[in-house]
Structure formats: C-alpha cells, structure tokens
C-alpha cells in the first residue's frame, strides 16, 4: 500500500512544483498572510477535508478522517517568507520587492498539499486520522505556533512530525537526531544612557560607546567562563549603534543580539547574568541602562520513542545510508512547541544541488532548493503516516487474531 502512495505523490510532482512556484512568486510576511493560507484552505476543502481557518491568527488546519479507529497522527508544514530581496535569475523570482521565500517554507507547503491529497484518498485504509497542520509565521517570534496550539490544534493528537527542506546538504538524505536538535532563541536589547559632549571635552563626559564596549566585552565572559562547556550556549552581539559625528561624544548606545541554548537552566543563568553584567558596567561608570530580555523558540527537543519510529520507518522505505545522524543546530524553530505538548519528532531533508545554484545557505537572497526534495520529504511523511495508523493497526490486529487461535 505505502508503495501506491508513493507512486500517486510521484503523479502529483508536476503539481507540487507549480504550486511551489506560484507560492514563491507570491511570498507573504509573517503575520501578514491572506493568500497563502486561502489558496491552502481552498484546495483542502476541494479533497473533502474538514477545514478550520484563523487558528491561532493564521493557520490552516485540515483533517482527514479515516474510516477505521485508531490513532491521530499530525504533520506541520510553515508557508511564511522572509523580508528579503530575491536576487535569483529564475522564471519563478519572487515578485514582490523585498520579499522571499528564503527558507524552503513554499516547498513544505506544497510537499504537504500533495500528501494531503494522497491521504484524502486513501481514507479507507486509514486507522485513524491525519491533522494538517499548516503554520503561519515561523519566522518572526512570537511564531505562529504557540499561537496555534493554543488555539486547540492539538487537541485528539497522538503524535506530531514535521521536516524541513535543508538547501546545505546534498540533496538525497535525511537528516535527524535523538533528543536536542535545535536550540532556544532568544533576544535582547541594551539601551545605555550616558551624558555626550565635545570630542575633545571626554572629562565632562558620560561616554556611551565606551561603557558599551566594555558591556560587549564582559558579555563574552558568560559562556566562556560560567557555563559547563559539555553544555552548549551562544551569546552573539549582532548590533551596536552610537553616535553620529567624529567630534563628539555619543550620549547613549543600543545594542542587539541573540542567545541560544538547550538547557534550560543554562538559558536562566544567561538571562540573568545579562542584566546582572549590564546593570553594574554602567553603574561603575555612572550612566544608566535598561535591558530588554526577550525569550524567543524553546529548543526543539525530539522525542526517543518516535525518533525511533522513524529511523525504522525510514530504514525500511528508502534504506540506512540515507539516513544521517547530525549534531545539534544552534539555529531555532518554533516546532518545538509543538513536541513541548505532544511526542513528535522534526528532521530535515537534503534539498542542495550546486549543479541549478541550490547551493545558498538558507536566508540568503540567492537561495533555492532542488524542488525533487518535496518528493523525499512527501515520502517521509507518508511512511510514517503508514506506519501509524495502518502497519501498527494490522500488527495489534494480527497479535489479537493469534493470542485468540
């Protein structure tokens, strides 16, 4: 059976590259999306499938019912954009200026749509019932996924699986890890507040950028010398604004940056000694500060029992070497939230290919994908779909019919 829907995804591949096109000509911003998410609920109702739209703000959620008890498995594909210009010389270039899809979220979509309709018409076969998760939003804290499951998306849920497209590995395997995958994002924002002046007058002076730099510096003493280092941890400064002329002194300073983790304890100690650091640099140099602290994804933590399930799904539908155990990512997905209430598991699946230019890091104006990894990851999600609510069913069936002979 898992061998005709694969066959039925490989008739829809045409299809699911034109609406992957279309949907990357026609990028939306998190939070501002109303074509994506209408063009995704139509074709879903147009299958038969129960549809709810505004879930959590955004969100598409479709269910396919099947015709037989059992459990409820659901898959998650994100389709917002990024506030970048695609600088790609192809027919499919996004056309609205300053946005693209730079992430592979367009090829989730679509990849989800043609199982969608494979799935819709296989129902006779189910054991259960699949839930479409389809996420605005995971670009742009808070995401959109809190927001759904808030919203109940959730709610009947056995188990949760979602993959992304990865344009930094060769296209042709899948990538997973037991436990800590990716870690928790979060963000901050030093304003300083000292006392500018003349250039040649730094005596009379509150020097903003100096104490500033002092605050950089000291913040780089957090991970190398307070945290474990078997425990990983990242504290990037990415931006520092002061001043506007060579003559004089700036009277305040702003800085920005990140904070990634997987531990929560150690994503506690950073938050605080952050503003424990802040607070007394610039009292011992008599200007003020203000911290603004804001906590982003958790760390997307798969769970044992279904990572399991799946290194055994997919060592039987496409075979072990093209399975790749990877180390953790320091990059954040709100997937996480996602796991945080339900098992589930999140992995990638290869979409580089340097021979057509899908060679870019993800974020980048040039990136693109090799669009035959919506087929990998289609696969994937189908495999396990199969096994749970059709080969786990007829195992139960078969121990019954055994234990009653």
């Not at 928790?184 to 002076?205: L, M, N, R, S, Y």
């Not at 990037?236 to 002194?249: D, E, K, P, T, Y």
């Not at 075979?319 to 997937?335: H, K, Y």
Request: with cysteine.
């Amino acid at each position: 059976m898992l061998e005709n829907w694969k066959a039925s995804l490989q008739d829809l591949y045409n299809q699911m590259v034109e609406w992957r096109r279309d949907f990357h000509m026609n990028p939306e911003l998190s939070f501002q999306e109303e074509r994506t998410p209408k063009k995704i609920a139509e074709y879903l109702t147009s299958l038969g499938i129960e549809v709810k739209t505004g879930v959590g703000g955004r969100g598409v959620v479709g269910t396919i019912r099947g015709e037989k008890p059992g459990k409820t498995i659901a898959l998650r594909a994100d389709f917002d954009a990024l506030p970048i210009q695609d600088e790609k010389d192809v027919p499919y270039k996004s056309t609205v200026a300053g946005v693209m899809h730079a992430c592979g979220h367009d090829g989730h979509t679509s990849t989800l749509m043609g199982v969608a309709k494979v799935l819709s018409e296989n129902r006779e076969h189910l054991h259960g019932n699949v839930v479409l998760l389809h996420q605005h939003a995971e670009e742009l804290a808070p995401g959109g996924a809190i927001a759904m499951v808030e919203d109940g998306c959730l709610e009947g849920v056995d188990v949760v699986f979602g993959t992304h497209l990865m344009s930094n590995a060769p296209y042709g395997v899948y990538a997973y890890r037991k436990g800590a995958m990716m870690a928790a994002g979060d963000a901050f924002v030093i304003k300083i507040q000292g006392k500018g002046g003349h250039g040649a007058q730094p005596h009379e002076t509150v020097d903003a950028i100096a104490i500033g730099t002092q605050v950089v510096n000291q913040l780089q003493h957090i991970v190398s010398r307070q945290i474990n280092p078997l425990k990983p941890a990242v504290v990037s400064i990415g931006s520092f604004h002061a001043g506007a002329a060579l003559n004089v002194i700036a009277d305040s300073a702003e800085i920005k940056g990140t904070v990634r983790t997987f531990d929560p304890e150690v994503r506690d100690h950073i938050e605080k000694e952050i503003k424990h650091i802040v607070e007394n640099v610039c009292s011992a140099f008599h200007a003020s500060a203000e911290v603004n602290y804001q906590r982003g994804y958790p760390a997307v933590v798969n769970h044992e029992k279904e990572t399991e399930v799946f290194i055994n799904v997919m060592k039987q539908s496409v075979g072990e070497d093209q399975l790749v155990n990877i180390d953790p990512i320091m990059g954040s997905e709100d997937f996480g939230y996602f796991i945080q209430n339900k098992p589930g598991m999140f992995f990638f699946t290869s979409a580089g290919n340097d021979e057509i230019g899908a060679s870019y890091p993800h974020h980048h104006p040039r990136f693109d994908f090799d669009e035959r990894a919506m087929l990998m990851a289609g696969n994937a999600l189908l495999s396990i779909t199969h096994h749970y609510l059709c080969e786990e069913q007829e195992k139960s069936e078969e121990k019954l019919l055994a234990e009653q002979a």
